[in-house]
DNA sequence: CGACACGCTACAATATCCGTAGCAACCCGG
DNA sequence: CCGGGTTGCTACGGATATTGTAGCGTGTCG
């Protein structure tokens, strides 16, 4: 027993721990983004999510996904897989301008 | 001479090249939110950004700095230290409802 | 000149992440 | 019941990314 992960909610880059702080390195951490996004339109299986994620490590993933449940935004369905909560989907949404930024962006990119 | 920045434009975890996961994967490399989220209403010179940072190493806050002034998203001002371009500014538009979901979700955050 | 601020860098120690392999539990057809 | 497939998840050694401390060269001001 004993899941040996070893409390993660000393906020790293922070010594106010701000929510918006909290949030800020919980979002900043490798592949967090990714996982949001990839999640944002449809349940993954954890192997599904590896796949859509480029086949990143299922250890970096694992423990993505559980600070993600533990923060109330992602869940697992058994027999479905992962998928946002409500509250992982609002947070989903501020990002979906995002992809039209990215479009735009892409084009000053010519250098 | 001869910076040793090695051309990070790789994007890390994607094989597609998307500008999204171009995007992406810049902004969750440690402290960029945190720069973007910093700079979001002032300028602040590389030591006063520090210092908002909670002292964060000047190394990996110079090669954010370098990343995002190469992605167009942050200026140098001589004698005014680093701000946001108006390309930056935009980004930042959109992070800014994080702010009142990050006080919504600590709410939640009983646990 | 001396004291201070600036942007920025070197370098060793550490934390984080990656890649591969593989576990136990489950389902399903034979 | 057994073999072959899936699932979620973990171990572990090596590669990267990040940290912390110190300090450079430049400019500015008294």
């Not at 951490?29 to 859509?52: K, Q, V």
């Not at 992809?99 to 892409?106: L, Q, T």
Request: with cysteine.
């Amino acid at each position: 027993m004993a899941r040996q992960v070893p409390k993660r909610r000393n906020v790293r880059g922070s010594r106010t721990g701000r929510p918006i702080m909290l949030l800020l390195d919980l979002l900043s951490r490798r592949w967090t983004l990714r996982i949001l996004w990839e999640l944002r339109s449809e349940r993954l299986t954890s192997r599904a999510l590896r796949t859509a994620c480029d086949d990143a490590s299922p250890t970096i993933l694992q423990a993505r996904l559980t600070e993600l449940r533990e923060a109330g935004f992602v869940e697992l369905v058994p027999a479905e897989g992962y998928g946002l909560t409500p509250l992982g989907r609002e947070l989903c949404e501020t990002f979906l301008p995002l992809h039209r930024f990215a479009e735009r962006w892409r084009k000053r990119e010519g250098d």
